[in-house]
């Protein structure tokens, strides 16, 4: 791949993002996209308040891959996701639109196409009024009301993609999902109404396992984007200038031992830092995506693909804090120091707080690391989360799963500055996965994971 002759070297500092105001590229709404935004901080406005507060809890066991809840307009939530077919009748695609109060689906996809590949995709509210929703090898644009097909494209990489991010000129971008040994990944643009490429699709220099992140600056009155992009040893960085997708000089190693720590998930940008947890492809990670098409076998891989699995590696689980302005400055904390750490899902950064919250799936394990200077284990908690947490800033409250050794998965409230445990409540589930926690703006979340689906609420 030719990228051109473009060099941008930018020093940016990320100011905090204010909650209450639209995300560019994006229906207005609180949470319109995984994490909340493309910074994936992972913030919530407002608050719980669980100690004033009863928790009640509608669950739904509607035997689908629950991925992912968003808002578009308020209250309107859309839920998007997979078949959980490792094997037998092809899997597909699906979104539904949702009912807050009971859970049942108010209109539902036609069977989205996905290549056969099964992994967990995403679905965002875009500026445009619709749903976009990729899942496998496919993108899809839909009707927000009857969530009809309005467009369709095969992307250019058979694989799996994983997370797909609008930008502040409405442009949408994915990417497919590699491993070691499997490549470079593509990273594709498009226009969110026609769904047709933007430019050709880049080719990173590595494969790459977690999400992108991104954020928009105007620097010197002009309006830059960037994101990056966690690869197999460097996380890097793309740029949007002009109009054109470029690969600029900014790189940071945050891998070396390759048989000592594994992938990076998802980046968490925040207060002029990346934010990163490495340690990811566990083995049910990496036998999903050594097989094509992803995830499909000719017989049921039963508890092979479970994460508790021992992890691959000696290491423990880590940390990391990479500096925007310096991608030189890579700082590591193991809040566990245990052997053989593993995640499924990326760490997050509370600036109002300066903690960040790192867990460990395989070993078990919870953690708030001090930012403020070196960082430092603030505390600890003996749970075992798996999946993507949600914060709530003014209020200093973490929500994340705690998957108990009795096979209950449930959601947890947690002190954000103490560690204290302040709320436990039973989703009704027995299957933890890496899937996402959103924030509802009415004292409550969202929880998906496979086969259930669950609203909490505080009163």
Same mark, same amino acid.
């Given at each position: 791949?030719v ?67 968003i808002e ?63 899942? +496998?090898?496919? !993108?899809h @644009? *839909? &009707? %927000? /009301?009857? $969530?009809?097909?309005?467009? =369709?494209?095969?992307l ?27 490549? +470079?990944?593509? !990273?594709? @643009? *498009? &226009? %969110? /109404?026609? $769904?047709?490429?933007?430019? =050709? ?5 590595e ?29 890097? @960085? *793309? ?15 945050y ?133 993507q ?10 929500v ?60």
């Amino acid at each position: 791949m030719v990228w051109g002759d473009k060099i941008y070297d930018f020093v940016v500092t990320i100011t905090p993002l204010d909650r209450t105001q639209p995300h560019p590229g994006y229906w207005p709404s609180a949470w319109p996209v995984e994490c909340g935004g493309n910074r994936r901080q992972k913030a919530g406005i407002g608050g719980l308040d669980v100690r004033n507060g009863t928790a009640s809890v509608v669950s739904s066991k509607n035997h689908l891959w629950n991925v992912m809840a968003i808002e578009r307009e308020r209250g309107q939530w859309f839920v998007g996701g997979t078949m959980a077919a490792f094997s037998g009748p092809p899997p597909h695609g699906w979104v539904q639109r949702i009912d807050p109060d009971t859970l049942e689906p108010l209109a539902t996809s036609p069977e989205l196409p996905c290549g056969e590949h099964v992994w967990c995709g995403a679905i965002l509210a875009h500026a445009n009024g619709s749903i976009h929703s990729v899942n +496998g090898s496919y !993108i899809h @644009r *839909l &009707d %927000p /009301d009857d $969530l009809s097909v309005l467009a =369709e494209r095969k992307l250019p990489a058979d694989r799996a993609h994983n997370g797909m991010l609008a930008l502040s000129d409405g442009t949408i971008v994915t990417k497919d999902l590699r491993l070691e040994g499997q490549g +470079g990944t593509t !990273i594709t @643009r *498009l &226009d %969110p /109404d026609s $769904l047709e490429l933007v430019g =050709e699709p880049l080719v990173m220099p590595e494969g790459s396992m977690g999400r992108i992140a991104a954020d928009h600056h105007v620097i010197e009155g002009e309006d830059t984007e960037h994101i990056y992009v966690p690869g197999i040893e460097h996380l890097f @960085r *793309l740029t949007l200038h002009n109009g054109d997708l470029v690969l600029d000089d900014w790189r940071a190693k945050y891998r070396n031992e390759h048989d000592q720590w594994g992938l990076a998930w998802d980046a968490c940008l925040s207060e002029g830092s990346v934010w990163l947890m490495d340690c990811g492809d566990v083995e049910s990670v990496r036998m999903i995506h050594n097989t094509l098409p992803n995830g499909r076998w000719d017989e049921p891989p039963g508890a092979s693909i479970s994460w508790r699995r021992p992890a691959p590696w000696t290491g423990a689980q880590r940390l990391l804090r990479v500096s925007i302005d310096d991608p030189t400055e890579v700082e590591t904390i193991e809040p566990f120091g245990i052997p053989g750490g593993g995640i499924i899902a990326p760490p997050v950064h509370v600036p109002d707080q300066a903690m960040a919250i790192a867990w460990d799936s395989v070993n078990g394990g919870l953690a708030g690391v001090s930012t403020d200077g070196a960082l430092d284990v603030a505390w600890h908690l003996d749970v075992r989360p798996s999946m993507q947490p949600v914060v709530f800033p003014d209020t200093g409250e973490l929500v994340i799963n705690d998957f108990t050794e009795a096979g209950s998965d449930d959601v947890i409230v947690v002190d954000i500055a103490t560690g204290e445990l302040i709320d436990r409540v039973a989703t009704g589930s027995r299957i933890a996965n890496g899937m996402f926690l959103s924030a509802g703006g009415d004292r409550d979340v969202w929880y998906c994971t496979t086969t259930v689906l669950a609203r909490i609420r505080w009163r």
